[in-house]
């Protein structure tokens, strides 16, 4: 894909420049579907940015911290998707917690299902699988 180059670089220049690049690296952040008739759509500045905001709301960086970096102009749009993120984040810790600590536990297990009865226990395996996701989160 040739992008057409100009004396001065503006905003929109730079977004189909990295939207190309994304594209010719085959970074597919989104999969066509022809049900919805959604295209696949590839890695963007704008892609660039929510994965940048994501790692830092990671790393601990605070709501004010996260709208100065991204700029944005009301905190309420910083909030909407920290909060949100944060929210998540706090229930897979929560997750992650009770799965490593209560593993073994029949009762966690059998509670997690409906009941106390006897449920298969999971492969070390299937359990490293588990875990390895709820890290990703």
Not at 110 to 118: A, R, S
């Amino acid at each position: 894909m040739q992008v057409p180059i100009t004396d001065r670089l503006t905003k929109e220049c730079v977004g189909r420049t990295i939207a190309a690049i994304g594209e010719e690296a085959g970074i597919v952040v989104r999969q066509e579907d022809e049900r919805t008739g959604t295209r696949t759509k590839f890695a963007s500045a704008h892609d660039i940015r929510r994965g940048c905001a994501q790692r830092l709301i990671n790393a601990g960086v605070s709501a004010e911290t996260l709208k100065v970096v991204m700029r944005h102009a009301d905190f309420a749009t910083t909030e909407k998707y920290y909060g949100a993120m944060r929210s998540a984040q706090a229930a897979a810790s929560e997750v992650r917690q009770k799965l490593t600590t209560n593993a073994t536990s029949d009762a966690f297990v059998g509670g997690l299902v409906g009941g106390q009865e006897k449920t298969p226990q999971l492969s070390a395996a299937e359990l490293m699988t588990l875990k390895r996701l709820l890290a990703s989160i």
